[in-house]
Nanobody, 124 residues
Framework: QVQLVESGGGLVQAGGSLRLSCAASGRTFSDYAMGWFRQAPGKEREFVAAFSRSGGSTDSADSVKGRFTISRDNAKNTVYLQMNSLKPEDTAVYYC?????????????????WGLGTQVTVSS
């Protein structure tokens, strides 16, 4: 199995940027497709972005397209989420997730491993 630890969250003004990191340990990092999800208070967990195991494909939610970029560094066992032009509605706990298959999915139940999350708060 793999253990995931997110970092990089914080408080930022609208229009600002943050970069989230997710460090993985355990099994070989390159064996996993990786995803980012978020959950705001009172709302369901929602898909943000994902990166396939091979790095050949990515996907992101329409709400973040053009603003957020997912990337991974297999040498550092880390996946990143660069968030630009942040909006108050981006406020949520952001979670990193992993699945031991090649393909990506935007469904939370498709991921077996989860980090504890990092809080992102965007003030207006």
């Amino acid at each position: 199995q793999v253990q995931l630890v997110e970092s990089g969250g914080g408080l930022v003004q609208a229009g600002g940027s943050l970069r989230l990191s997710c460090a993985a340990s355990g099994r070989t990092f390159s064996d996993y497709a990786m995803g980012w999800f978020r959950q705001a208070p009172g709302k369901e967990r929602e898909f943000v972005a994902a990166f396939s195991r091979s790095g050949g494909s990515t996907d992101s939610a329409d709400s973040v397209k053009g603003r957020f970029t997912i990337s991974r560094d297999n040498a550092k066992n880390t996946v990143y989420l660069q968030m630009n032009s942040l909006k108050p509605e981006d406020t949520a706990v952001y979670y990193c997730a992993a699945r031991a298959v090649v393909t990506i999915t935007n469904i939370p139940s498709g991921y077996l491993y989860w980090g504890l999350g990092t809080q992102v708060t965007v003030s207006s």
